[in-house]
């Protein structure tokens, strides 16, 4: 498979690591120095394109993708409220696109642990509060994370008592807790080299209950998004990891 990176940053550099290794073969390599001059000619010697860039170019990038017909895989977070947009797009050009705010399949096990353990606590009104705590390395640029706010919309979605959430840095004077009702806090931690951390967690008055994730390195996300190239090759669509994981 011919693979265009798109960013090429510590995760474009890793998933090239695997890529070679499973005998594939990088055709293309963009980064700061000369994303701006991709174009549709660039990629259409690529199988697939991956894409791991920055939330102010990657619905551009994507968009070159379609035009040069080749499926692409995203996990650049911070843009979403561009992907209807360009979800339809693709499926206007008959592309392949697939998107997923984290590519580690251990996360992916993890949203579906956190969406169970929602739909359970709905019917628990004594587990009145519950909060995210997500922490990464200080180069992770947005916040929060993509999969907190993954996280935080399953809540949403199962338990009615819960409305909207509001994002707060640590380092910022507030108290870990909702501060209104129906409010679900994400608190972010941005410090150096430590691994990425999510953290769901509900409280009453005589105990606590939490589940946690925490990645150890960016070989997960990187062998997760290379799985979802090798399995987007001939298909025509919008995916996500529920369609490859069978979730």
């Given at each position: 498979m011919k693979i265009a990176l798109i960013g090429y940053g510590k995760m474009g550099k890793t998933i090239e690591q695997i890529a070679l290794k499973r005998g594939h073969q990088i055709v293309l390599r963009v980064d700061v120095n000369n994303s701006k001059y991709i174009d549709t000619g660039d990629l259409r010697g690529a199988d697939v394109a991956i894409e791991f860039s920055q939330p102010d170019s990657a619905p551009e990038n994507i968009r070159k993708c379609f035009k040069a017909g080749v499926p692409v895989v995203c996990g650049t977070t911070g843009w979403l409220d561009q992907l209807d947009s360009v979800s339809k797009d693709c499926k206007e050009s008959s592309g392949a696109f697939f998107y997923a705010s984290n590519y580690s399949i251990g996360v992916n096990l993890f949203f579906e642990v956190n969406k169970k353990l929602a739909e359970l606590m709905n019917s628990q009104p004594q587990y009145d509060e519950v909060l995210i705590h997500e922490s990464h390395h200080l180069a992770k640029l947005d916040s929060p994370s993509g999969t907190a706010i993954s996280?935080?919309?399953?809540?949403?979605?199962?338990?009615?008592?819960?409305?909207?959430?509001?994002?707060?840095?640590?380092?910022?004077?507030v108290t870990m807790g909702a501060e209104s009702e129906g409010e679900l806090p994400i608190f972010s931690t941005r410090e150096d080299e430590i691994p990425g951390t999510h953290i769901v967690k509900y409280f009453s008055d005589v105990d606590e209950i939490e589940i946690v994730h925490k990645a150890l390195s960016r070989q997960g996300f990187a062998i997760g998004a290379l799985t979802a190239a090798e399995w987007l090759q001939g298909k025509k669509g919008v995916f996500t990891m529920k369609d490859m994981l069978s979730l």
């Open positions: 996280l935080a919309e399953q809540v949403i979605e199962k338990m009615d008592r819960i409305k909207h959430w509001v994002n707060y840095k640590t380092d910022e004077s």
